[in-house]
């Protein structure tokens, strides 16, 4: 397997002595997550669950349950992959043997789990009982012309509370087996793309009593937290009414800065060159933080959360926590950790040192000058 030996691995012991901030990966499948723990990550940061329907035959039975009329034919389609979830869900906790791993509600672009060809429609149908052109108009009146601003994230819940439940339940089945096999687990519930508390609080609510439920029933100790990610700027600027409900925030730093600068993260790319030849931009905004747009959204976001509760749990899981200038800007801000691509982990490592050296924050606040 991959990982670090040698001095390469002995440096990067120096530097986790040094550093205060801590440093998870973002992965989706245990094998990603052991090459994370291999590159030395404290816990999974971010599992985008979205990622786990496009295997097999699991994008069919998603197809389904969105285009599914009624709540029956919905929680029917959940059932299937329930304990498909559930598997999932364990692989990655039995990876990160005991480290923190934070699982995010499924947060796709709609468009991305319905029907797009005539193909899949005419097996569709069918299947819910209804023909080929009810089914056209179903997906038609679904359709949307800017997905990514769109019904995703904790929107697409609100709609379909069945697969938070049906995420739930997976994710605290697999942590009870955990328990039962007298395994370390510590699962952590994110809910994308809140912009207000309102969202949250229903959220929290319908997964709560979930997870409690299960929890009680199997008579055993499980600890697991609901948190959310800051990723729209509404959510950063009223992140004091959040944090008396979220237990952590990570912040999602691609959705916030397309947001916060109002660049599509999939098309900026057409002129961020000439804004940076003009001298308007330093750098790209979506590889390094941009210190007053996302900056300040990060600062105000952690000065509200932390003044409502000084223990918040504050991480980032955008691009920008696997970059190492952002990384010291994070240091700065006194966040708790960064989340990355598994291959980023070892670099994420060094810059969190650097930047405590550089700050003398951490291990070096005797020497501060
Ligand atoms: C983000 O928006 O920064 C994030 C981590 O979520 P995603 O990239 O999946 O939208
Ligand atoms: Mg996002």
């Given at each position: 397997p991959l990982g670090l030996e040698g001095e390469v691995a002995e440096l990067l012991e120096y530097a986790d002595d040094i550093r205060v901030l801590g440093v998870r990966a973002n992965a989706d499948i245990p094998r990603d997550a052991n090459v994370a723990r291999n590159f030395g990550a404290e816990g999974i940061g971010l599992c985008r669950t979205e990622h786990m329907f496009f295997e097999g035959d699991r994008i069919q039975k998603m197809r389904r349950m969105i285009v599914s009329k009624t709540v029956e034919q919905r929680e029917a389609a959940l059932a299937e992959l329930l304990p498909l979830q559930k598997e999932d869900f364990k692989g990655l906790f039995e990876a990160m043997e005991g480290f923190p791993v934070t699982i995010r509600l499924l947060d796709p672009p709609l468009h991305e789990f319905l029907p797009n060809d005539e193909e899949q429609m005419k097996e569709l149908a069918p299947q819910l009982g209804i023909t080929v052109e009810e089914l056209k108009e179903i997906v038609e009146n679904l359709h949307e012309f800017n997905p990514m601003m769109g019904h995703r994230g904790v929107r697409l819940a609100i709609t379909y509370p069945e697969v938070a439940v049906m995420q739930t339940k997976a994710i605290i089945l697999a942590a009870i087996e955990m328990v039962k096999e007298g395994k370390k687990v510590k699962p952590e519930i994110m809910i994308p793309l809140v912009g207000t508390v309102n969202e949250l609080k229903y959220l929290d609510k319908i997964v709560r009593e979930t997870a409690d439920k299960l929890i009680e029933e199997a008579g055993i100790d499980l600890d697991y937290k609901v948190g959310t990610m800051i990723e729209v700027p509404r959510g950063a600027i009223t992140a004091d009414e959040i944090a008396e409900v979220a237990e952590f925030f990570s912040f999602g730093t691609n959705d916030l800065t397309q947001m916060t600068l109002g660049f599509s993260r999939d098309d900026y790319g057409k002129f961020i060159n000439d804004y940076i030849e003009k001298g308007i931009?330093?750098?790209?905004p979506f590889k390094h933080v941009d210190q007053t747009g996302v900056g300040r959204m990060v600062k105000i976001a952690k000065d509200y959360g932390r003044s409502v509760n000084p223990e918040l749990k504050l991480g980032v899981c955008g691009e920008h926590g696997g970059d190492p200038e952002s990384i010291e800007f994070f240091h700065k801000t006194q966040l708790d950790y960064v989340s990355c691509s598994p291959y980023r982990v070892p670099i994420a490592r060094l810059a969190a040192a650097q930047a405590a050296v550089k700050f003398k924050r951490g291990k070096f606040v005797n020497y501060a000058d």
């Open positions: 931009y330093e750098k790209d």
